[in-house]
């Protein structure tokens, strides 16, 4: 499966951006779909996932309540909503999938979109 994301860019701290993430084929419900960033200087970390189906959402701690994953299994495609941007919310955004249990490998990875929040 191939992952295109989009949707990135400069945007003042306080607002807001929706990123998007194009799959090429959607693969089993029960798959997980997700999205990391890196910021410069540092590791890849995890941001959020849902499951196709959309019934499972977990988030990191960082980013409950500002950040929100979803899914459209008829377009085949992932959304991170992001609000109240934050400079330290800077980095390249990945979209990723997971075909296996939680703590697997990730299968799949798109090659990111670039968010930078100006102060």
């Known amino acids: 499966v191939q992952l295109e994301e989009s949707g990135g860019g400069l945007v003042q701290a306080g607002g807001s951006l929706r990123l998007s993430c194009a799959a090429s084929?959607?693969?089993?419900?029960?798959?997980?779909m997700g999205w990391w960033r890196q910021a410069p200087g540092k590791e890849r970390e995890f941001v959020a996932s849902?499951?196709?189906?959309?019934?499972?959402?977990y988030y990191a701690d960082s980013v409950k309540g500002r950040f929100t994953i979803s899914a459209d299994n008829t377009k085949n495609m992932i959304y991170l909503e992001i609000m109240n941007l934050e400079p330290g919310d800077t980095a390249v955004y990945f979209c990723?999938?997971?075909?296996?249990?939680?703590?697997?490998?990730?299968?799949?990875w798109g090659q990111g979109t670039q968010v930078t929040v100006s102060s």
């Open positions: 849902v499951t196709w189906s959309g019934e499972y959402t």
């Open positions: 990723a999938l997971r075909k296996g249990l939680p703590g697997t490998r990730w299968n799949a």
């Open positions: 084929e959607r693969t089993s419900n029960s798959h997980v």
